[in-house]
Nanobody
Framework: VQLQASGGGLVQPGGSLRLSCAASGFSFGVNAMAWYRQAPGKEREFVARITPGGEANYADSVEGRFTISRDIRKKILYLHMADLKPDDTAVYYC?????????WGQGTLVTVSS
């Protein structure tokens, strides 16, 4: 079981970025997947979740700007981020729930700055 996040970087306010998470050992039709983030000096917080049935829900702070999706065959989880704001600056983590246990990827840094 392994989660490998990628796609972070430096982006200007208002810009877009897509994060990816390669999820080996998971089956998206069975396991719920999610994205979390942790800003400097703050606790890790929920960003978005997708259920095995494909239902998505979002934190209020990203609703309408971020979209979580998945490629079931390739076992890749995505987070499409648009209209990025400086407050979105954080390390973004993917999380998978398998067998009642939560697994975390290593995180990818997103910096929103002009």
């Amino acid at each position: 079981v392994q989660l490998q996040a990628s796609g972070g970087g430096l982006v200007q306010p208002g810009g877009s970025l897509r994060l990816s998470c390669a999820a080996s050992g998971f089956s998206f039709g069975v396991n719920a997947m999610a994205w979390y983030r942790q800003a400097p000096g703050k606790e890790r917080e929920f960003v978005a979740r997708i259920t095995p049935g494909g239902e998505a829900n979002y934190a209020d702070s990203v609703e309408g700007r971020f979209t979580i999706s998945r490629d079931i065959r390739k076992k890749i989880l995505y987070l499409h981020m648009a209209d990025l704001k400086p407050d979105d600056t954080a390390v973004y983590y993917c999380k998978g729930n398998r067998g009642g246990y939560n697994y975390w990827g290593q995180g990818t840094l997103v910096t929103v700055s002009s």
